[in-house]
């Protein structure tokens, strides 16, 4: 019987509710029933199990059944209705405790994103959801065709494939702004290749971009932004690789750190294409088919299937407009880097 034994207070006035009701044959009363909830709300806010709860009152009956000439029916009927009052406060309570959780969960990782909060205070919640801000840490982003939430089924399955494989290692798994992230330890690129991995899998092709590393309780943030600067870039780009390290694309950034620069140069370079017939996209797209199928002809007609001789046309032609040849080095890296800042900068959908 010891594994029944709760504390006593858990069940005051049951004994008497069960004489009562074997003298009245009645059911249990409003406030009856309310006390019940209450206890059964307390129990769960000690940390009392719901079986253990249950239990002691079964085992409590045995000892208190009444031995006036009432029905069992009436005695067995007190106890249900006791027991399920014990068991709805308790799972109220859970509830409760639940949605305070994920308020606690959802305000935490808005303070951390957005870099709100006092960075102290940031930290020490910080390690109630399993993260240690002193150290370094990166944040992966996935983007699929639908937007994500914290109960979504993709997200659950993506969780338990970390968990899984990596059980509890300082990883926390969210939702921001219909996206998933993935936060985890610097030194351990492993688990945000997994989740890039499954959440590309999950999201049926969508793309993850994965932030640098970045240390203290501000680099969360850091690597978050590297990380949705990077899905930016990618669609800009036209990137069509699922997975993009910021690392791997500081290029474009540095780039465009002087935009004003960058737009004189795509003024200068390619302005002379808007003059062309069909206007200046088509030959665009010419150069960079041709810049990306590493200048052999056959293959970037190929990509714009065109025939070699089209492609020659254009590429003649955008000499004749630019006065830059695309097949010769020394005006090669000029002519990419302006086809590289007409993407970033939307030209020519854009007045520079």
């Not at 065109?306 to 407009?321: F, G, K, N």
């Given at each position: 019987?010891?594994?029944?034994?709760?504390?006593?207070?858990?069940?005051?006035?049951?004994?008497?509710?069960?004489?009562?009701?074997?003298?009245?044959?009645?059911?249990?009363?409003?406030?009856?029933?309310?006390?019940?909830?209450?206890?059964?709300e307390q129990a769960a806010e000690a940390g009392l199990g719901l079986r253990a709860l249950v239990s002691g009152h079964l085992?409590?009956?045995?000892?208190?059944?009444?031995?006036?000439?009432?029905?069992?029916?009436?005695?067995?009927?007190?106890?249900?209705?006791?027991?399920?009052?014990?068991?709805?406060?308790?799972?109220?309570?859970?509830?409760?405790?639940?949605?305070?959780?994920?308020?606690?969960?959802?305000?935490?990782?808005?303070?951390?994103?957005?870099?709100?909060?006092?960075?102290?205070?940031?930290?020490?919640?910080?390690?109630?959801?399993?993260?240690?801000?002193?150290?370094?840490?990166?944040?992966?982003?996935?983007?699929?065709?639908?937007?994500y939430d914290e109960g979504d089924a993709v997200l659950r399955r993506v969780e338990r494939s970390l968990i899984a494989r990596?059980?509890?290692?300082?990883?926390?798994?969210?939702?921001?702004?219909?996206?998933?992230?993935?936060?985890?330890?610097?030194?351990?690129?492993?688990?945000?290749?997994?989740?890039?991995?499954?959440?590309?899998?999950?999201?049926?092709?969508?793309?993850?971009?994965?932030?640098?590393?970045?240390?203290?309780?501000?680099?969360?943030?850091?690597?978050?932004?590297?990380?949705?600067?990077?899905?930016?870039?990618?669609?800009?780009?036209?990137?069509?690789?699922?997975?993009l390290r910021s690392a791997d694309l500081l290029v474009y950034p540095v780039l465009t750190r002087d935009r004003q620069a960058?737009?004189?140069?795509?003024?200068?370079?390619?302005?002379?294409?808007?003059?062309?017939?069909?206007?200046?996209?088509?030959?665009?797209?010419?150069?960079?088919?041709?810049?990306?199928?590493?200048?052999?002809?056959?293959?970037?007609?190929?990509?714009?299937?065109?025939?070699?001789?089209?492609?020659?046309?254009?590429?003649?032609?955008?000499?004749?407009?630019?006065?830059?040849?695309?097949?010769?080095?020394?005006?090669?890296?000029?002519?990419?880097?302006?086809?590289?800042?007409?993407?970033?900068?939307?030209?020519?959908?854009?007045?520079?």
């Amino acid at each position: 019987m010891a594994e029944y034994e709760i504390p006593e207070h858990y069940l005051a006035g049951y004994a008497q509710i069960l004489a009562d009701v074997s003298v009245t044959g009645r059911r249990l009363t409003r406030d009856e029933l309310t006390s019940r909830r209450g206890l059964g709300e307390q129990a769960a806010e000690a940390g009392l199990g719901l079986r253990a709860l249950v239990s002691g009152h079964l085992a409590a009956t045995r000892v208190a059944w009444p031995h006036a000439p009432a029905s069992v029916d009436s005695v067995l009927a007190a106890v249900q209705q006791a027991v399920d009052a014990l068991a709805e406060g308790y799972e109220r309570a859970q509830r409760l405790a639940v949605r305070q959780e994920e308020a606690a969960r959802r305000e935490f990782i808005d303070d951390l994103l957005y870099g709100r909060s006092d960075l102290g205070r940031l930290a020490e919640r910080a390690e109630r959801f399993g993260l240690r801000l002193s150290h370094a840490h990166a944040v992966a982003v996935a983007q699929g065709p639908a937007a994500y939430d914290e109960g979504d089924a993709v997200l659950r399955r993506v969780e338990r494939s970390l968990i899984a494989r990596f059980s509890d290692r300082s990883i926390l798994l969210t939702t921001k702004g219909g996206r998933m992230l993935c936060i985890a330890p610097g030194d351990q690129a492993e688990i945000l290749l997994h989740f890039a991995k499954q959440a590309y899998a999950a999201t049926d092709g969508g793309r993850v971009a994965i932030g640098r590393p970045q240390p203290g309780p501000g680099g969360v943030v850091q690597s978050y932004e590297e990380a949705l600067n990077t899905l930016d870039l990618a669609d800009r780009m036209e990137l069509d690789a699922p997975v993009l390290r910021s690392a791997d694309l500081l290029v474009y950034p540095v780039l465009t750190r002087d935009r004003q620069a960058m737009a004189d140069l795509v003024h200068s370079a390619l302005g002379p294409l808007t003059t062309a017939r069909g206007g200046p996209q088509p030959l665009l797209d010419t150069l960079t088919a041709y810049f990306n199928s590493g200048c052999i002809a056959a293959e970037a007609a190929r990509r714009l299937s065109l025939s070699v001789r089209a492609l020659t046309y254009r590429l003649e032609r955008i000499h004749q407009l630019t006065g830059a040849n695309p097949a010769d080095p020394d005006h090669r890296y000029m002519l990419q880097t302006a086809v590289i800042g007409a993407r970033l900068l939307d030209w020519p959908a854009k007045t520079l």
